[in-house]
């Protein structure tokens, strides 16, 4: 039995989920508390306008003046957001199998891609509009046009980074090519699909909210706008804030997905 040098400790599994929880949520929660004294301080020291640029408090007023029109609006938009980003994954993936599988398929399809993630999307929003009207459905559209690059994008860089001589085990042991597909080549490359989810969850905000505000009579982008025309600054803050805590609020539920599928690609990090 050998002694532990001094000053060195044997670190604990509930030692290590300490220090984990501390660095996960202590040090997001730490940087925005800075931020939000940094702004504060901002328009107290210079002695900022509301109309210009309100302080926190400002902020909280607005939101609690109106807090159930907020939420209502909040669900619009997180509705919106999330069914663009599903249509982008349902569509997305099956592409990106058939760009993987096959090089003509790729070299067909992938300038169609480029020139339709090129089209810049707020020039798009007024065209959506047009053809679908003031609803639901042109938003989700939006959505689902700023997602669908990165998902096709990862998904394909991930089918195609699978070891050749795992497939070819697979075939030797007599396995169909569908059987390769699901037991092997997708769950390897499911790494690199979730690096393309949550670069397309942190655009589908953005894709919402372009939408709102080309054409809408309900959302945080509605919001955004109306606020402005009214000057009414600190509703549009309000508006922005619950905008960046839905962002949040996905980018780390997606995250937690990530975690659970794939335990083994957090350990590695």
Same mark, same amino acid.
């Given at each position: 039995?050998?002694?532990?040098?001094?000053?060195?400790?044997?670190?604990?599994?509930?030692?290590?989920?300490?220090?984990?929880?501390?660095?996960?949520? &202590?040090?997001? =929660?730490?940087? +925005? !508390?800075?931020? +939000?004294?940094?702004?504060?301080?901002?328009?107290?020291?210079?002695?900022i306008e509301k109309y210009l640029l309100p302080s926190p408090v400002d902020v909280i007023?607005?939101?609690?003046?109106?807090a159930g029109f907020l939420m209502e609006q909040s669900w619009v938009t997180l509705v919106?957001?999330?069914? &663009?980003?599903?249509?982008?994954?349902?569509?997305?993936?099956?592409?990106?199998?058939?760009?993987?599988?096959?090089? =003509?398929?790729?070299?067909?399809?992938?300038?169609?891609?480029?020139?339709?993630?090129?089209?810049?999307?707020?020039?798009?929003?007024?065209?959506?509009? !047009?053809?679908?009207?003031?609803?639901?459905?042109?938003?989700?559209?939006?959505?689902?046009?700023?997602? #669908?690059?990165?998902?096709?994008?990862?998904?394909?860089? &991930?089918?195609?980074?699978?070891?050749?001589?795992?497939?070819?085990?697979?075939?030797? =042991?007599?396995?169909?090519?569908?059987?390769? #597909? #699901?037991?092997?080549?997708?769950p390897y490359a499911l790494a690199q699909v979730f690096v393309g989810l949550k670069v397309?969850?942190?655009?589908?905000?953005?894709?919402?909210?372009?939408?709102? #505000?080309? &054409?809408? %009579?309900?959302?945080?982008?509605?919001?955004?706008?109306?606020?402005?025309?009214?000057? %009414?600054?600190?509703?549009?803050?309000?508006?922005?804030?619950?905008?960046? =805590? +839905?962002?949040?609020?996905?980018?780390?539920?997606?995250?937690?997905?990530?975690?659970?599928?794939?335990?083994?690609?957090?350990?590695?990090?």
């Open positions: 039995m050998t002694a532990e040098p001094l000053g060195q400790h044997r670190r604990t599994p509930a030692g290590i989920r300490l220090r984990d929880r501390i660095t996960n949520w &202590g040090l997001p =929660l730490l940087g +925005i !508390v800075a931020i +939000i004294a940094l702004w504060w301080l901002a328009t107290v020291v210079f002695s007023y607005a939101f609690a003046g109106q919106e957001t999330v069914q &663009g980003f599903v249509l982008s994954i349902v569509v997305g993936v099956p592409i990106a199998v058939l760009i993987a599988s096959s090089r =003509l398929i790729e070299r067909t399809i992938n300038p169609l891609l480029l020139m339709v993630n090129a089209v810049p999307k707020i020039a798009i929003a007024p065209i959506l509009v !047009v053809w679908m009207g003031f609803g639901q459905l042109p938003k989700v559209v939006m959505v689902f046009l700023l997602c #669908f690059f990165p998902i096709v994008i990862s998904t394909a860089a &991930g089918l195609r980074s699978t070891p050749a001589e795992l497939v070819e085990l697979v075939h030797s =042991l007599n396995a169909s090519k569908v059987q390769a #597909f #699901f037991k092997v080549r997708f397309a969850i942190s655009l589908a905000v953005i894709g919402a909210v372009i939408a709102e #505000f080309v &054409g809408a %009579d309900a959302g945080l982008g509605f919001v955004i706008v109306q606020s402005g025309a009214s000057a %009414d600054t600190p509703l549009a803050f309000a508006a922005m804030t619950l905008l960046g =805590l +839905i962002s949040i609020v996905l980018f780390y539920g997606l995250a937690a997905l990530e975690k659970r599928l794939l335990p083994w690609a957090e350990e590695h990090r």
